[in-house]
Structure formats: C-alpha cells, structure tokens
C-alpha cells in the first residue's frame, strides 16, 4: 500500500509549507509569522523542549506570556496544517516523514564531503539547495545556521567539483566550483577549485584567466596578493608565457612587455 505524500518544509530561499490536498501557498499564507518560525525552530532543532522553544522564540516576555504564545502557536499550526507536529511529554517534533529542504541539504553535504564512491555521491546538488537560510529573518538562531549551512555548502561544493574532475566531469566540476564561487566571491578556495578543474581539463590559458580574474578582485576589494597556495597553481603557466612573450613582471603584479 502507498504512503500518503507527506508535508513538505521550504527554508531556503524564504519559508514554504506545502501540505498534501491543499493549494502549495495555502498553508504558509494562513500562517502568521509566530507560526512560521516555530515550524522553522523545529526543523532546525532536535526534539526542543516546550520551555526551550517557548524561551528561544519569545525572549524578550514573561516565561508564562512565552508559553501562552507557544499554545496559541501550536493551535494556531494545528488548524492549517493537522498532524505535521507531534507532542511527546515536554518534548516537540515534526511528524515522521515530513519533508525538509534543509535536511535533505544536509544529508547531500554531508555524503559530497564524504563520499562512499558511488556517482551520486558527488552529484551537483538541485539548484533548490543553493538559496539562503531564510533571507530577511535576523533570529539568532537563524543567523547561526544560516552561517553554518552557507559554510557546509560551499565545502560540499568545492568537495563535488574536486570529485567531478578526477573523474573526468569537467563541465559539472565547473557548474560546482562556481557556484561556491557565487556564493562567496572572495574566496579563494572556491577560485582555487576552478583554476584545479581548468588545469585537470588541460585549459591551461583558462586557469591562468581564472587567476588572474580573481587576483585583481581580491587587490581592488582588500589590497592583498593571492596566497601562495594559489599562486603556486599557476607559476609554471606563468613562466611559460613570460619566456614565449618576452614579458616582465610590473609593479603591482600585472604583466607589460618590455619597453623597446
């Protein structure tokens, strides 16, 4: 016998609740914005008490006011969306087999980074798991995880496109190591991981470019060289083109030929 399709939770990119029968805006339209983050503190939580949740969620009132709001919270949750939290003691829960995008992006993290050897294990994840932690929300708590899952993904990413590469999928390595690029621009880890595949794809001149762009964006945005890490990438590249071309090196780091 079939399951039922279970209730799914979007976070990234702004907060969603789809639940089975219902219009796919309907049920986070009929939510207030209490509501809303008390399904968010639980997909982020493991198994909150009714105290810690009240406390985290209402912090600046009465415990007892806290609580009160919790209740009206619950009620409120339980009209629109019957059965997606379970109540254990003074523990709370989502119900077994909700779905959560935060989730699933942990779970592709967590085997991208540590993969078991199969293909799918260094996939390019859905384009549904590279948006923000729920932009315009400035909760503590969101801010922490918001962070953390920004770091977790660009880790995955940069771990994806290493794995891609080695085996010879160059175009997907790119695809991931410049979506770490977009998501942080400045770093060099990321850049790192594009001139690495354009290198294994034997684009030397690509690399070199890829370089090349990055050390002019980090000079201009925070008047530092490149690492020697990185630039031990492409030093070999770089003598070769200065003995074919005839060019020096000019102060500030750019290439010019020789004056004549």
């Given at each position: 016998?079939?399951?039922?399709?279970?209730?799914?939770?979007?976070?990234?990119?702004?907060?969603?609740?789809?639940?089975?029968?219902?219009?796919?805006?309907?049920?986070?339209?009929?939510?207030?914005?209490?509501?809303?983050?008390?399904?968010?503190?639980?997909?982020?939580?493991?198994?909150?008490?009714?105290?810690?949740?009240?406390?985290?969620?209402?912090?600046?009132?009465?415990?007892?006011?806290?609580?009160?709001?919790?209740?009206?919270?619950?009620?409120?949750?339980?009209?629109?969306?019957?059965?997606?939290?379970?109540?254990?003691?003074?523990?709370?829960?989502?119900?077994?087999?909700?779905?959560?995008?935060?989730?699933?992006?942990?779970?592709?993290?967590?085997?991208?980074?540590?993969?078991?050897?199969?293909?799918?294990?260094?996939?390019?994840?859905?384009?549904?798991?590279?948006?923000?932690?729920?932009?315009?929300?400035?909760?503590?708590?969101?801010?922490?995880?918001?962070?953390?899952?920004?770091?977790?993904?660009?880790?995955?990413?940069?771990?994806?496109?290493?794995?891609?590469?080695?085996?010879?999928?160059?175009?997907?390595?790119?695809?991931?190591?410049?979506?770490?690029?977009?998501?942080?621009?400045?770093?060099?880890?990321?850049?790192?991981?594009?001139?690495?595949?354009?290198?294994?794809?034997?684009?030397?001149?690509?690399?070199l470019r890829a370089y090349e762009f990055f050390r002019a964006m980090v000079e201009d945005e925070l008047g530092v060289p490149?690492?020697?890490?990185?630039?031990?990438?492409?030093?070999?590249?770089?003598?070769?083109?200065?003995?074919?071309?005839?060019?020096?090196?000019?102060?500030?780091?750019?290439?010019?030929?020789p004056e004549r």
């Amino acid at each position: 016998m079939d399951r039922p399709p279970a209730a799914r939770i979007t976070l990234l990119d702004g907060f969603r609740l789809d639940v089975p029968g219902r219009h796919r805006r309907s049920a986070a339209d009929e939510l207030p914005r209490g509501v809303q983050r008390l399904v968010a503190h639980l997909c982020l939580s493991h198994r909150p008490t009714r105290t810690a949740t009240a406390g985290q969620l209402w912090p600046d009132v009465p415990e007892d006011h806290a609580h009160g709001s919790l209740r009206s919270a619950l009620w409120r949750l339980n009209k629109a969306a019957p059965g997606l939290i379970e109540v254990s003691g003074s523990a709370l829960r989502l119900a077994g087999g909700v779905r959560v995008d935060v989730w699933e992006l942990d779970d592709w993290a967590q085997r991208a980074i540590n993969p078991t050897g199969g293909a799918d294990d260094v996939a390019v994840p859905d384009t549904a798991l590279l948006g923000d932690l729920l932009p315009g929300w400035y909760d503590d708590w969101v801010l922490l995880e918001r962070e953390r899952l920004r770091q977790l993904r660009m880790q995955a990413l940069e771990a994806v496109a290493a794995g891609l590469a080695f085996r010879g999928r160059h175009c997907e390595a790119l695809e991931a190591a410049y979506a770490a690029v977009r998501a942080d621009p400045l770093r060099e880890s990321a850049h790192r991981t594009v001139v690495r595949v354009h290198l294994a794809q034997g684009n030397l001149a690509e690399a070199l470019r890829a370089y090349e762009f990055f050390r002019a964006m980090v000079e201009d945005e925070l008047g530092v060289p490149p690492t020697e890490q990185m630039t031990r990438l492409v030093q070999d590249i770089a003598r070769l083109r200065r003995s074919l071309c005839g060019e020096r090196r000019a102060p500030g780091g750019a290439w010019s030929r020789p004056e004549r």
